[in-house]
T-cell receptor
Framework: NAGVTQTPKFQVLKTGQSMTLQCAQD?????MSWYRQDPGMGLRLIHY???????DQGEVPNGYNVSRSTTEDFPLRLLSAAPSQTSVYFC?????????????FGPGTRLTVL | SQQGEEDPQALSIQEGENATMNCSYKTSINNLQWYRQNSGRGLVHLILIRSNEREKHSGRLRVTLDTSKKSSSLLITASRAADTASYFCATERRTGNQFYFGTGTSLTVIP
């Protein structure tokens, strides 16, 4: 099993550009989520999903969109990048039966917005 | 706002000593998890404790949970240089399926 994979590893964008961060898992997990990690802030939840076709907002959803058309994939879209979105982004997945279990994290995408 | 807060923010100990980190949270939870993050890497799950449990062990790790005080502690015994990392607690709220991470404790184990 590859676990949770994320692409790209690094990305530089200009203000106003859009892009999609890819996340995929091969563990048949129902629960998937996106976090951003800023220095001294820990991880903050952006969006999450408890199954295909179901998504919901986390703590810091503004400026980001998600969709979940398959169990395996959970892409994160930045609509119009801003310097405040410079961060490291982590995708995670977990089995889910009304409550989550161990979360498995991807290696992260380091995004810089100029 | 962050759900969990770790204490201390930074901890430096000698190899072989024990390390204790604390986590406090604000609302009722389903479970609390501890994660480790090595510099520049993703997070690795260490241990999960459910709200109806008070203590769990895994190898050199011991986690306690006090739901009345809304706090948890992580004890690493006989620390090793390889334990040098940041440690985060994460809580799943009882309402909703959202996870909240604390700001982390940076542990340095000196050989």
């Amino acid at each position: 099993n590859a676990g949770v994979t994320q692409t790209p590893k690094f990305q530089v964008l200009k203000t106003g550009q859009s892009m999609t961060l890819q996340c995929a898992q091969d563990m048949n997990h129902e629960y998937m989520s996106w976090y951003r990690q800023d220095p001294g802030m820990g991880l903050r939840l952006i969006h999450y999903s408890v199954g295909a076709g179901i998504t919901d907002q986390g703590e810091v959803p503004n400026g980001y969109n998600v969709s979940r058309s398959t169990t395996e994939d959970f892409p994160l879209r930045l609509l119009s990048a801003a310097p405040s979105q410079t961060s490291v982004y982590f995708c995670a997945s977990s089995s889910w039966a009304g409550t989550t279990d161990t979360q498995y994290f991807g290696p992260g995408t380091r995004l810089t917005v100029l | 706002s962050q759900q969990g807060e770790e204490d201390p923010q930074a901890l430096s100990i000698q190899e072989g000593e024990n390390a204790t980190m604390n986590c406090s949270y604000k609302t009722s939870i389903n479970n609390l998890q501890w994660y480790r993050q090595n510099s520049g890497r993703g997070l690795v799950h260490l241990i999960l404790i459910r709200s109806n449990e008070r203590e769990k062990h895994s190898g050199r790790l011991r986690v306690t949970l006090d739901t009345s005080k809304k706090s948890s502690s992580l004890l690493i015994t006989a620390s090793r240089a390889a334990d040098t990392a940041s440690y985060f607690c994460a809580t799943e709220r009882r309402t909703g399926n959202q996870f909240y991470f604390g700001t982390g404790t940076s542990l340095t184990v000196i050989p």
